[in-house]
């Protein structure tokens, strides 16, 4: 079973899967700063200086100054900010991927739509001359 294993894992599928794993894992931390750092401050101050990381709805109808405080006494809540942040973070990932897949896909085209280049013709006179030999030959 061990080697069963072994070979399912080394093979190139599961090597190359587990590379764009650990790289989407790290693209993904990527994104998310670029949304909650710097992209939704703009947009927050835009929109009167909302902050999206607080914008929440507490269950319990109390009023709470930020999502921390809400968190500290133990309010449950529906963090439709973060989800926000979340959604924005998912549709640029998104996009990226369909960027790549379909450079991806412009390049495997250009292979399918390379045709081997006919050999060159040869000049009249050597194919006079293999005629020639091919009669002398017989």
């Given at each position: 079973?061990?080697?069963?294993?072994?070979k399912?894992?080394?093979?190139?599928?599961?090597?190359?899967?587990?590379?764009?794993?650990?790289l989407?894992?790290?693209?993904?931390?990527?994104?998310?700063?670029?949304?909650n750092?710097?992209?939704?401050p703009?947009?927050?101050l835009?929109?009167?200086?909302v902050?999206?990381?607080?914008?929440?709805?507490?269950l319990?109808?109390?009023?709470?100054v930020?999502?921390a405080?809400a968190?500290e006494a133990?309010?449950?809540?529906?963090?439709?900010g973060?989800?926000?942040?979340?959604?924005?973070?998912?549709?640029?990932?998104?996009?990226?991927l369909?960027?790549?897949?379909?450079?991806?896909?412009?390049?495997?085209?250009?292979?399918?739509?390379?045709v081997?280049?006919?050999?060159?013709?040869?000049?009249?006179?050597?194919?006079?001359?293999?005629?020639?030999r091919?009669?002398?030959?017989?």
């Amino acid at each position: 079973m061990l080697n069963e294993f072994k070979k399912f894992a080394m093979r190139g599928n599961v090597v190359d899967l587990a590379v764009g794993f650990i790289l989407g894992g790290a693209f993904s931390t990527i994104v998310s700063s670029l949304v909650n750092d710097i992209l939704m401050p703009p947009i927050g101050l835009l929109m009167g200086g909302v902050d999206f990381t607080n914008l929440f709805i507490a269950l319990n109808g109390e009023e709470y100054v930020s999502l921390a405080a809400a968190r500290e006494a133990g309010a449950a809540t529906i963090n439709y900010g973060i989800f926000i942040n979340a959604v924005i973070s998912f549709v640029i990932v998104a996009f990226a991927l369909f960027l790549l897949i379909k450079a991806m896909n412009r390049m495997e085209d250009k292979k399918k739509d390379e045709v081997p280049a006919a050999p060159p013709a040869k000049p009249r006179n050597e194919e006079l001359l293999e005629e020639i030999r091919d009669l002398l030959k017989k």
